[in-house]
């Protein structure tokens, strides 16, 4: 796991709640460093002075940091366009990590361990952290510093419509809902009615401080929507998920969405099983969130930390990486330029802190196909010795110089838009996904949907020969290329066949 793929602050767990809150400036701008606890709202009610009071006069607490996050969410449950529910809600939690310093063996060494408290009105015991001191003490980590006083980026994050009045921004959302999935409550294929939706409008706040002195917060909004599409009737029926999220309406284009969903699960009327091959694959919508991954983790400082990173700054990002160590691969496509950006406007992996209460940077950490830098955590930075970039961020890759309609040219080739789950592994960098919604484009140019099958390969040799689009995708975490492409992928579905066209 690399430094990035640390929980951001203030992002729980689940998957419908995710950033964070402060102090708002008269620009928009949401972060600033310094008093949140005087704010009239948010986890201003959350005595953290208390907290942090008890944290300073506990015994064998050698450090920690504290973060309240506090969620305000209104939400819209419908099954077909009957509302089935409508809540609000307000949550508070408080997650401390207590810090110890011991010696062991002659060295000092440095535990760790968390616990969280939730309610109206957080509240910690001598208890709780007795039990936390007593946890740390059986780890031993070399010892590292936590962040200090620092000034914070501020960012747009929180949208002043979602802030004012949550459920205007939802009555508009669902309308444009229903507008786009078009038809009425029959099941007929043509139309792909709306057989179930949620909408969720979050404010978040977070507040971060920490025993050396850091003390920041900022105020995020989140709206959440999660939708499924029918066609057909009966036995033939079909279903398509969609699952969106964004800081505001704009990012969200649930209409659009919508639209794409409702020509997918009709095209799934008539999808057919791949036939297995070796093709070209463009990887697209959903497919682009994560396929980046296994570059960012061994560009991490922890990966060079625990000794599994294959990048060497200033060398070839594919250099070394089939056995051959000093070796670069011959690349044949487009070279890749790949960064982490905790700061872009309106992004979900936008955040101006991390949860240790570092400040975050954006770091570029392959350029033109060679690794520059990487990202790191204060704790790692601080054993490698090289400045901290903060955990977390959204992945931004440089766009290439072939239109999208060119890169599905020249067929046969499978354009993958949503698989079932689709992580390459972090550390090997293979990958296996199976299909949910995917389009085989022969050499005639004929389109066939396919759906179940599976492609599969590996980052560091697939990327020696991959082309980007001219186009750009702007997705929760994502601002790239709306399409990549892989050659030499391996399809696996149906025994015998051709894909069509050919």
């Known amino acids: 796991m690399s430094d990035r793929e640390h929980r951001d602050p203030g992002q729980p767990e689940g998957r419908k709640q995710r950033e964070k809150p402060d102090v708002q400036q008269p620009d928009g701008k949401t972060a600033v460093a310094g008093t949140a606890h005087a704010d009239s709202d948010a986890t201003a009610d959350i005595n953290l002075e208390r907290i942090t009071r008890a944290l300073r006069q506990a015994p064998g607490v050698s450090g920690w940091v504290v ?29 401390i990590t207590v810090h110890t310093r011991t010696m062991r063996d002659g060295k000092e060494v440095q535990g760790e361990a968390g616990f969280t408290v939730t309610g109206p009105d957080p509240r910690i015991t001598p208890a709780h952290i007795a039990r936390a001191v007593e946890r740390a003490g059986l780890v031993a980590n070399p010892p590292w510093t936590l962040p200090g006083a620092a000034s914070v980026a501020a960012l747009e994050l929180e949208d002043p419509r979602i802030a004012a009045d949550p459920r205007a921004v939802i009555a508009d959302l669902t309308v444009e809902m229903d507008r786009a999935a078009g038809g009425s409550s029959s099941r007929s294929a043509s139309h792909s009615p709306l057989c179930a939706s949620e909408l969720f409008a979050e404010r978040h706040r977070v507040t971060v401080c920490t025993s050396e002195g850091f003390e920041a917060s900022y105020r995020a909004t989140d709206l959440f929507a999660e939708f499924v599409l029918l066609a057909g009737s009966g036995s033939e029926s079909v279903e398509c998920l969609g699952i969106r999220r964004a800081r505001r309406p704009e990012e969200l284009d649930l209409g659009g969405t919508v639209e794409r969903h409702a020509r997918w699960v009709a095209d799934r009327l008539r999808a057919t099983l791949p036939a297995t091959a ?10 682009l969130d994560t396929l980046f991954d296994a570059f960012l983790s061994h560009a991490g400082a922890r990966s060079r930390y625990e000794g599994w990173s294959r990048l060497t700054e200033g060398k070839s990002l594919l250099g070394g990486n089939l056995g051959n160590a000093g070796d670069d691969l011959q690349i044949k496509g487009d070279p890749l330029t790949l960064g982490v950006d905790p700061l872009m406007p309106w992004m979900h992996g936008s955040h101006p802190f991390d949860a240790d209460g570092q400040p975050c940077t954006p770091v570029t950490v392959v350029e033109r196909g060679r690794f520059v830098r990487r990202t790191a955590s204060r704790r790692f930075a601080d054993y490698l010795g090289i400045p901290a970039t903060g955990s977390g961020g959204n992945t931004v890759v440089a766009t290439g110089g072939t239109p999208l309609a060119d890169l599905l040219a020249d067929g046969p080739v ?4 949503r698989f079932s789950t689709f992580h390459p592994n972090a550390i090997t960098g293979s990958f296996s996904g199976e299909l949910r919604t995917a389009y085989l484009v022969g050499k005639d140019g004929s389109v066939q949907p396919v759906v179940g099958g599976s492609v599969s390969g590996n980052v560091w040799t697939a990327f ?39």
């Open 67 to 95: 973060q309240a996050h506090s969620v305000d969410s209104h939400q819209l449950y419908r099954v077909f366009r009957g509302i089935q529910a409508m809540r609000a809600s307000r949550t508070r939690s408080v997650q």
């Open 278 to 287: 070796t093709l070209p694959v463009v990887f697209g919508e959903e497919a």
């Open 414 to 417: 499978l354009h993958a838009l």
């Open 464 to 502: 020696a020969d991959a082309h980007f689009s001219t186009e750009t995708a702007v997705r929760a975490a994502y601002r790239g290329p709306a399409g990549v492409r892989l050659e030499g992928v391996t399809v696996a579905g149906g025994a015998g066949g051709s894909p069509p066209g050919q």
